[in-house]
């Protein structure tokens, strides 16, 4: 018995170090952000090198359409900070404390997703949570997505706890920290731990009154606490999630950036996010307690298909519930595969399906690699400019968008901005001594005559297909951003 309690401890942890190493190697190939986690990344900045001087944070110059709450960024600076300070005492570069605490971010959703596959384990065994961590690892976008400093991916690990706490019917917890997920970090989530509180209710397994008693006083302690918060550090009083479920939702406004049709999520983001293993999820069915996963899961996604704007980060939530259920399915053929030729059919396809995740994991993030060209850029800055040389850069919208972060300014006695109240070609763009912006031609003949091209970025505008190589595919690059340097002045 004993022998048997080490190999399966032993497995766990092989399984384990799968999703952290398929993790690492997501942030390592993609260590630059976009501007949808800049507000997050900056604060975690602004955190930890300014730390209470509070004028000198980004935000307060660029403050974004709608505020956010600072309390995920506080926790993430908080443990990485010790690797942080160490870092800086041996003088490494900032860049190296990006991937710290997008690592911190990661291993915290990991953490969660792991605390998840037990209760998994445990409801419907072995095989079924071993196949859990297998497609998860291999597909793509919850592993792409679990270090960046995304709204959604700041909520996911108070989510997937939440979850595990339904599964374990600690039901006091589960309100709880569905209360902190919903009044800090992401509104929306009251669709879908509101679906599963629901279900909890009519299956009587919870009373309304018992219900009550913890929402209560847990949502007047979330909402106290991101309010008292949030405003300190905004300088005024604010709810930030409250502000941004009545801009997203009341007003509609985040339709502003992009529509898409009403069932998008059905037919893109689900078949995207989860690959062929969406196809095991109506087998997983087999099992009736897999209905108290798929039904608040897919209740989520048909209510928020009501918004017009959508992208699939919005419903990753749903990813663990749904490979549970695919999971399940799975495990029904593996662990049946000696019945029948039928069975061993399926056992092959269960093999086969994560073959395929990994392959499409795999070119999806080569694909990737290419999308961060303000972040290159900066390396490329860094790397072609004596560091002694007087530096005042501007960066503009393009290249601030793409990669570009206070941990990349990594020259303390260098001047970035990011200003954008300054005309291309104007006298005050002229006084800088590097500019870095779109490759945009009738911009660029503004400088033809006062800077030289330093550099030339690259970025993907697309795939094509090219059966005629392996793999078999072209990735379509067009040059996007130019790194300009002024010409010296004649005396």
Known sequence: MAGKRQSGSGRQRRLLGLLVAVAAVHLVTCPYTKVEESFSLQAVHDLLYHQLDVEQYDHLEFPGVVPRTFLGPLVIAVVSSPIVCMLSLLGTSKFYCQLTVRAVLGLGVIFGLWTFQKEVRRHFGATAATMFCWMTATQFHLMFYCTRTLPNVLALPTVLLALTACLQQRWARFIQLSALAILVFRAELSLLLGLV????????RLSVTKALRHAVPAGLLCLGLTVAVDSYFWRYLVWPEGTVLWY??????????????????????????LGSSLLFVPLGLVDRRAWALLLPALGFVSLYSLLPHKELRFIIYTFPLLNTVAAR????????CKKSWLYKAGSLLVTGHLLMNAAYSATALYVSHFNYPGGVAMQRLHELVPPRTDV??????????????????VNGAWRYEKREDVQPGSQHMLAYTHLLMEAAPGHLALYRDTHRVLASVSGTTGVSLNLTRLPPFNVNLQTKLVLLERLLRPS
């Open 392 to 409: 005042v850069l501007h960066i503009d919208v393009a290249a601030a968008q793409t990669g570009v972060s206070r941990f990349l300014e």
């Open 329 to 336: 399915g799975c495990a029904y053929l593996l662990n049946n």
């Open 248 to 273: 997203n939702t009341i007003q509609n406004k985040s339709s502003n950036w992009g529509t898409s049709p009403l069932l998008w999520y059905f037919y893109s983001a689900l078949p995207r996010g």
């Open 197 to 204: 509180l629901l279900l909890l209710l009519c299956t009587r």
